[in-house]
C-alpha cells in the first residue's frame, strides 16, 4: 500500500508558513497514494511563481517551465508518453495572465490530464501585486488606490472553452481536496481543478477566515448535478464562484491521449521528409 510519504522527496518547502499550497502538495502526494500511481508514471509539470515550485517537492519525474507554459509542456509530454499520469501546477497569475490563451485552449483540446491552480489571487513571489483573479477595488503596491479591473472567473472561462472536468477546491478543506484531485486525475480528458490556495504574506483579505464564512460546497448537496452543463453555469454564478466541490464532468467527449507524436500528422510528414532527404 502505498503512503503520500513515497511521493515527498525529503526538501522542505521554502513557502511561507501558513501558506496553502502546503496543503495542496499534501493533498496531491496524498491522492497519489491512494490511487496508487507508480512514482515512475508520474509527472508533475510546474510553472513559475510561489506554486512553481511544488514540482520540486515531489519524488516523481518532474520539470520545472517557464512562466505561462506550463500547459503545451504537460500537453506535449503526454503527448509523447499516453503511459505517463500528467499532473500540470501552477498559479492564478502564470494561468491566467500570460498563460491565459494557453488554458482556453488546452481545455479545449481536451488532452487526458490534470491541471491544478493554486489561486491566491495575487502575485506572491513578485512581492504582492493584483493577479488577473484579484478582486475590484483590491488594494496592493502596485494597486495602491484599489484594482479597476474586474476579476477573471476560471470556473466560467473553462465552461466556456468546452471543460469535460472542472472542479475547485480549498487549501483548508484537505479532504475534499484530496477527493477532488483523485477525481480530478481519474477523469479520462483534460482536468481543471482551481484551488483557492490564501497567501498569508500578501493577501490580507481572502484570508482562511474569510473563506470559510463565504465558500459553499456542491459536495453536500445531494440533489446536485455534475453531469449537468448549464447547472454549473448557474452555480458559479449564483456563488461568485465561491463554490468547491466537482462542479462539472462530462465523460462523453473523446480523450486525446489516443493520439500520440508518432502518430500525428507532423510526425508522419516529418518521416515522409526524412525518407525524401534519405534519397538525395
Not at 105 to 118: A, D, E, F, Q, S
Request: proline letters at 4%.
Amino acid at each position: 500500500m502505498a503512503k503520500y510519504q513515497d511521493y515527498s522527496n525529503g526538501i522542505e518547502p521554502t513557502w511561507c508558513k501558513g501558506c496553502g499550497d502546503f496543503s495542496v502538495l499534501r493533498s496531491l502526494q496524498v491522492a497519489a497514494a491512494e490511487l496508487e500511481i507508480p512514482r515512475e508514471n508520474l509527472m508533475v509539470v510546474s510553472g513559475i511563481g510561489c506554486s512553481g515550485r511544488i514540482s520540486g517537492y515531489m519524488d516523481t519525474y518532474s520539470f520545472h517551465g517557464v512562466h505561462g507554459r506550463v500547459l503545451p509542456i504537460a500537453q506535449g509530454i503526454k503527448l509523447a508518453n499516453n503511459d505517463l499520469t500528467v499532473i500540470a501546477a501552477g498559479g492564478d497569475g502564470d494561468g491566467f495572465a500570460i498563460g491565459a490563451g494557453h488554458f482556453i485552449h488546452g481545455t479545449k483540446r481536451n488532452v487526458n490530464m490534470t491541471y491544478i491552480v493554486m489561486n491566491n489571487q495575487i502575485y506572491g513571489l513578485t512581492k504582492g501585486h493584483t493577479s488577473p483573479v484579484s478582486d475590484q477595488g483590491f488594494k496592493t503596491p502596485s494597486t495602491p488606490k484599489g484594482s479597476e479591473d474586474l476579476p477573471l472567473q476560471p470556473g466560467l472561462m473553462s465552461l466556456a472553452a468546452g471543460a469535460t472536468f472542472l472542479a475547485q477546491g480549498f487549501s483548508g478543506y484537505q479532504e475534499e481536496l484530496i477527493e477532488v484531485i483523485k477525481k480530478g486525475i481519474e477523469h479520462k480528458g483534460f482536468s481543471f481543478i482551481n484551488i483557492f490556495s490564501p497567501c498569508i504574506t500578501f493577501n490580507k483579505t481572502n484570508t482562511y477566515q474569510w473563506f470559510r464564512k463565504h465558500l459553499t460546497s456542491v459536495s453536500e448537496e445531494e440533489e446536485y448535478n455534475q453531469g449537468d452543463y448549464q447547472g454549473a453555469m448557474k452555480k458559479l454564478l449564483e456563488t461568485k464562484g465561491l463554490v468547491t466541490g466537482v462542479l462539472y464532468e462530462n465523460k462523453d467527449r473523446e480523450k486525446k491521449d489516443e493520439i500520440s507524436i508518432k502518430e500525428s500528422p507532423m510526425a508522419l510528414e516529418r518521416e515522409e521528409f526524412q525518407k525524401l532527404f534519405a534519397r538525395l
